[in-house]
């Protein structure tokens, strides 16, 4: 059995049966048909200039496709971010990270530089051809040389932080594509020696390892790796027998045809998306029934009432609704003969006539006779008082002797 650098090709085979479905995020063992997949795919023409798919790789459909503005490559999706980072060339300093939202909104983010460097200093990943994205880390690879660029917010953001090469270079040299998996990168070689092999790449000592039965139809490039949830991995060959063709490998090695399309310059992809969340449509209530109206019948007339000679008032108290009020000295007795109580006359006083002047004189010497006579009765109670007081008081002075 031949062995690729002291690892003998069974083992390989078992670490990409990791990659096809051996994951607790990815279906189950069993082989099944293609689920739903949504990823952002960068396909360059000859003009130079990317347009952006959004394509279901399960089904093949199409959802969406807008201009980017920017040559782009290396695409990676950050599911904790639901952004897909991706390189722009042709601008300064040679390559700049960009951003792209789910709206297609793309955001430069400035030149991707060496850790350590200060601006203005050419980008060390310009012309870069795979990429894809783990936890925080970005692995970038041009040529056999893999880079790794942090994503980690603070001073080191989107700076080169690792440099590995890989080995063997017979395998590494034309991987244009990968996908991120359990610490391990799925990519593609397309070298004389790989020939459409699923190959393994460990970005921490940057051995290559190739795996059997598991492999693409030969094409120059396969310029989009993604990896499905269904566990098969999906690869754009940019052009084969004149066209671009999307296959899918399943976990039980079966190649199949989901599209195809005009041949492409460059092409790369990243996903699966996270799905988003729609919130359910209300209900539509249902239609209320329209009431019908109820015939209203003809009112029907009563008999007229004769008042009965016991509805007639009474004069009498008792059968009075309210009690009748209680005399009072001042005031008249209610009558009743009748009904109607009449209120009591209010005396009126008549006014006093003046007196004459004789009147008058006569009045004066009347007053003044009667006043002296109350001055003698005074006088005359006061000198018997005087006189029983001295009697008295000899009476005592004799009884004493």
Known sequence: MRTVDGVTRTAATVAVAGLVGASALLAPMAARAAESCLVVQAETGSHGKSKLRWIDVGSGATSRV?????????????????????VAEGLSRGAHAVTIDRDGDIQDLGPITRAGNRLPVWSPVAGVTAGAIGGNSWYLLRNGTLY?????????????????????ITLAHDVNDFAYH????????????GKGAVITIDPASGKVREAEDARFPPADVYGSVVLGRDGALYATANRIGGRSVLYRLDRSGQVT???????????????????????????????KPTPTPTPTPAPTPSPSRTPSP???????????????????????????STAKVTPPPVAVPKPSRS??????????????AHARTEEKRRWGLTALVLILGGGAAAGAVRRGR
Not at 66 to 75: E, K, Q
Not at 311 to 333: D, F, N, R, Y
Not at 355 to 368: L, N, W, Y
Request: glycine residues 8%.
């Open 66 to 86: 807008t201009d980017s503005g920017y040559r782009l490559n290396a695409l990676g999706y950050s599911a904790t971010r639901d952004r897909v980072f991706g």
């Open 148 to 168: 790794t660029v942090d994503l980690t917010p603070g001073e080191r953001y989107l700076r080169v932080i690792k440099t590995v090469f890989l080995r063997p």
């Open 182 to 193: 359990n610490g391990l990168l799925y990519g593609i070689s397309t070298t004389w020696r």
């Open 257 to 287: 045809v989901v599209r195809s399309g005009p041949p492409l310059a460059g092409s790369d992809a990243a996903g699966c998306l996270t799905a988003v969340e729609l919130p359910e449509p209300p209900k539509p209530e249902p239609p």
């Open 310 to 336: 016991s509805a007639t008032p009474s004069p009498s108290p008792s059968l009075s609704p309210t009690p009748s009020p209680t005399p009072t000295p001042s005031s008249s007795p209610a009558p009743t």
């Open 355 to 368: 007196a004459s002047p004789r009147e008058r004189k006569e009045e004066a010497a009347e007053t003044d």
